[in-house]
């Protein structure tokens, strides 16, 4: 277990996490361990996926990282700073729609510009600009709810990318998609990736997800959740999906995955099962 | 890019025209859907007093106790005598004086609908003013919860005597009573609407680098809005009948002091007249609230279709 929390890495780097772990409800009986022992350095420019099976604190982490939640041990940097409250420079997506029901579309993507009091012109044009890298420009002044369910994460990642991230936090963002809607918004998140230079954090359970995007993957165990270990995967992109390669990378995921959904249910059944 | 196709007008396929295409669409919609409402609410008024009328035809029900509406809706002018009657009764004041019948009845409907008015204006400004401080401050939370729970299933009959002995008559002790009717409630409403926000709209704008204040007015308040007009909306009511007490207890004039003179006079015609207004006025109100409400709330769709389907 690493107890050494000095910060041995470089500052260049995008996340940091030393030692970091999450204890929910700490000294209640309620307490439930989400996450331990987390040493990660991603690089600036990098995409990594966090896969695991539900439950096992990868959101947790990308909470963590975001700086919405505390670190109950460890702790955090991102590029050489500790993090301690959100940044506008760590953009965090959801898996639900999270846009703002009464605004329009231009406003919802400038919310955070208006949040620093820019005037209106200057909100309307950072607006068009993150739009139009999500092929949304003409939706601009329509509200949310005319919005289909891909075009309204598409309107969350062009909020994310008018604040110019450095780091985007995604959680499950396409999980509510159907399954074209989603490869489609997977080619799209790539093509804002390489154009924004920002390093993505990508949490999912699909290992199809995990194949077509990361450069690294991160597989998760459950109760609490640790990292099992990080599979690399150097295919470049545009990724042939159906390649023998990325074929075997997904059986290695999902045998690796099978173990940890095993262990959940075993423990699942100690419980079910009075003694 | 998908956009659901509303009216397949030719030529008005431009970006620009659709919203007012559409909104064509709606309004000429609304209009159809309007007057079956119209339909179906008097069929269901008549209904009602059709029940009544055949009550009174078969004998069940007491003339002298249970007039009909043909009966007591019969000599509007004979029953608008009774409205308005601190003009009527002032000293050197002859009954014929003075605004005609269906004047006073506009007056007294008038009066008591303006103290309604301003009773849920001040108790909902108070109350979302107050619930919000709760959750914004802590301290204040613990200050001043615990007396709002305490205080809150108090009934409004309680606070009469209370209201007569701060305000005397007049406007004052009805207003103050339907105040003091809605508040604790509205402020426990308003600390549940609050704490009911999406956790993820509070999220973005801290991701965004939002401050607290900002978070509270850019987000909370918004976000609480239809629950809160939805709240108001189940006041309304409660409103409506807290100002008939407060109103019975010499206010002047009033529906309530109107009921009053009808039980003290045994006049049962009066008060199912009376009652007949107030129901009038109370829908009225009611369907100006929801009016607003969609007008307000223009984010918000029309949920009401989906259980529909069950």
Same mark, same amino acid.
């Given at each position: 277990m690493s107890s050494d929390n000095a910060p041995h890495f470089s500052s260049r780097d995008a996340v940091v996490c030393r030692g970091v772990g999450k204890t929910w409800a700490?000294?209640?009986?309620?307490?439930?361990?989400? *996450?331990?022992d987390i040493n990660l350095d991603v690089a600036p420019g990098e995409f990594v996926v966090f896969l695991g099976p &539900?439950?096992?604190?990868k959101s947790t982490l990308l909470y963590l990282i975001a700086g919405l939640e505390d670190a109950t041990e460890g702790r955090l940097w991102s590029f050489g700073d500790l993090v301690e409250t959100p940044s506008p420079q760590r953009s965090l997506i959801f898996q639900?729609? &999270?846009?703002?029901?009464? *605004?329009t579309v231009w406003e919802n993507v400038s919310f955070g510009l208006s949040i620093r009091g820019a005037s209106k012109e200057e909100r309307r044009t950072v607006a068009a600009e993150a739009l139009q890298r999500v092929g949304l420009?003409?939706?601009?002044?329509?509200? +949310?709810?005319? *919005?289909s369910g891909g075009m309204r994460q598409r309107v969350a990642v062009a909020r994310a990318l008018a604040m110019r991230p450095k780091v985007l936090l995604m959680d499950?963002?396409?999980?509510?998609?159907d399954v074209q809607t989603r490869a489609r918004m997977q080619e799209f998140l790539l093509d804002v990736w390489r154009d924004s230079g920002a390093s993505v954090l990508f949490v999912t359970h699909h290992i199809d997800e995990a194949v077509a995007l990361a450069d690294r993957v991160v597989v998760f165990t459950s109760r609490p959740g640790r990292i099992k270990t990080i599979v690399p995967i150097d295919m +470049?992109? +545009?990724?042939? *999906?159906?390649s023998r390669e990325a074929e075997s990378l997904r059986i290695q995921l999902t045998d690796l995955l099978r173990d940890e959904v095993d262990r959940a249910f075993a423990e699942q059944e100690a419980f079910a099962v009075p003694a | 890019m998908a956009v659901v196709a509303?009216? /397949?007008?030719?030529?008005?396929?431009a970006a620009a025209s659709r919203p007012a295409a559409a909104s064509r669409l709606m309004a000429s919609m609304a209009g159809l859907d309007w007057l079956a409402r119209i339909w179906w609410a008097l069929l269901s008024i008549s209904l009602f007093a059709g029940l009544w009328e055949l009550c009174w035809a078969l004998g069940w029900a007491d003339e002298k106790l249970l007039p009909p509406p043909h009966i007591f809706l019969d000599n509007i002018a004979e029953q608008g005598?009774?409205? !308005?009657t601190a003009t009527r009764w002032?000293?050197?004041? @002859?009954?014929?004086?003075?605004?005609s019948a269906f004047e006073s009845v506009l007056i007294t409907g008038a009066a008591t609908t303006a103290r309604v008015f301003v009773g849920l204006i001040i108790a909902s400004v108070l109350a979302i003013g107050v619930g919000v401080l709760i959750r914004y401050y802590r301290f204040f939370d613990r200050l001043v919860l615990p007396t709002i729970t305490l205080l @809150?299933?108090? @009934?409004p009959i309680a606070w009469l005597p209370v209201a007569i002995f701060l305000?005397?008559?007049? !406007?004052a002790p009805a207003i103050f009573m339907v105040v003091v009717a809605l508040f604790f409630h509205m402020v426990l409403a308003t600390i549940n609407q609050i704490d009911t926000v999406n956790t993820n709209l509070i999220n973005v704008a801290r991701t965004m680098g939002a401050s607290k204040a900002q978070i509270y007015s850019r987000v909370i308040v918004p976000a609480i809005l239809p629950g809160m007009l939805q709240v108001l909306r189940m006041n309304l009511f409660g409103a409506w009948m807290v100002v008939l007490v407060a109103e @019975?207890?010499?206010?002047?004039? /009033?529906m309530g002091q109107v009921i009053m003179l009808a039980r003290n006079t045994f006049n049962p015609s009066l008060v199912f007249f009376t009652i007949a207004v107030i129901g009038v006025l109370g829908f009225t109100f009611d369907w100006l609230l929801r009016l607003a409400q969609r007008r307000i709330l223009y984010w918000l769709p029309d949920t009401a279709e989906r259980l529909r389907v069950l």
């Amino acid at each position: 277990m690493s107890s050494d929390n000095a910060p041995h890495f470089s500052s260049r780097d995008a996340v940091v996490c030393r030692g970091v772990g999450k204890t929910w409800a700490a000294g209640t009986k309620r307490a439930h361990h989400a *996450l331990a022992d987390i040493n990660l350095d991603v690089a600036p420019g990098e995409f990594v996926v966090f896969l695991g099976p &539900s439950g096992c604190g990868k959101s947790t982490l990308l909470y963590l990282i975001a700086g919405l939640e505390d670190a109950t041990e460890g702790r955090l940097w991102s590029f050489g700073d500790l993090v301690e409250t959100p940044s506008p420079q760590r953009s965090l997506i959801f898996q639900e729609t &999270s846009l703002f029901p009464w *605004l329009t579309v231009w406003e919802n993507v400038s919310f955070g510009l208006s949040i620093r009091g820019a005037s209106k012109e200057e909100r309307r044009t950072v607006a068009a600009e993150a739009l139009q890298r999500v092929g949304l420009k003409a939706a601009m002044d329509k509200r +949310p709810d005319e *919005l289909s369910g891909g075009m309204r994460q598409r309107v969350a990642v062009a909020r994310a990318l008018a604040m110019r991230p450095k780091v985007l936090l995604m959680d499950e963002p396409f999980a509510a998609l159907d399954v074209q809607t989603r490869a489609r918004m997977q080619e799209f998140l790539l093509d804002v990736w390489r154009d924004s230079g920002a390093s993505v954090l990508f949490v999912t359970h699909h290992i199809d997800e995990a194949v077509a995007l990361a450069d690294r993957v991160v597989v998760f165990t459950s109760r609490p959740g640790r990292i099992k270990t990080i599979v690399p995967i150097d295919m +470049p992109r +545009p990724r042939n *999906l159906f390649s023998r390669e990325a074929e075997s990378l997904r059986i290695q995921l999902t045998d690796l995955l099978r173990d940890e959904v095993d262990r959940a249910f075993a423990e699942q059944e100690a419980f079910a099962v009075p003694a | 890019m998908a956009v659901v196709a509303r009216d /397949g007008e030719p030529g008005v396929a431009a970006a620009a025209s659709r919203p007012a295409a559409a909104s064509r669409l709606m309004a000429s919609m609304a209009g159809l859907d309007w007057l079956a409402r119209i339909w179906w609410a008097l069929l269901s008024i008549s209904l009602f007093a059709g029940l009544w009328e055949l009550c009174w035809a078969l004998g069940w029900a007491d003339e002298k106790l249970l007039p009909p509406p043909h009966i007591f809706l019969d000599n509007i002018a004979e029953q608008g005598r009774y409205f !308005n009657t601190a003009t009527r009764w002032q000293v050197g004041q @002859s009954m014929t004086e003075g605004p005609s019948a269906f004047e006073s009845v506009l007056i007294t409907g008038a009066a008591t609908t303006a103290r309604v008015f301003v009773g849920l204006i001040i108790a909902s400004v108070l109350a979302i003013g107050v619930g919000v401080l709760i959750r914004y401050y802590r301290f204040f939370d613990r200050l001043v919860l615990p007396t709002i729970t305490l205080l @809150s299933p108090v @009934s409004p009959i309680a606070w009469l005597p209370v209201a007569i002995f701060l305000f005397g008559i007049g !406007n004052a002790p009805a207003i103050f009573m339907v105040v003091v009717a809605l508040f604790f409630h509205m402020v426990l409403a308003t600390i549940n609407q609050i704490d009911t926000v999406n956790t993820n709209l509070i999220n973005v704008a801290r991701t965004m680098g939002a401050s607290k204040a900002q978070i509270y007015s850019r987000v909370i308040v918004p976000a609480i809005l239809p629950g809160m007009l939805q709240v108001l909306r189940m006041n309304l009511f409660g409103a409506w009948m807290v100002v008939l007490v407060a109103e @019975s207890t010499g206010v002047g004039y /009033g529906m309530g002091q109107v009921i009053m003179l009808a039980r003290n006079t045994f006049n049962p015609s009066l008060v199912f007249f009376t009652i007949a207004v107030i129901g009038v006025l109370g829908f009225t109100f009611d369907w100006l609230l929801r009016l607003a409400q969609r007008r307000i709330l223009y984010w918000l769709p029309d949920t009401a279709e989906r259980l529909r389907v069950l």
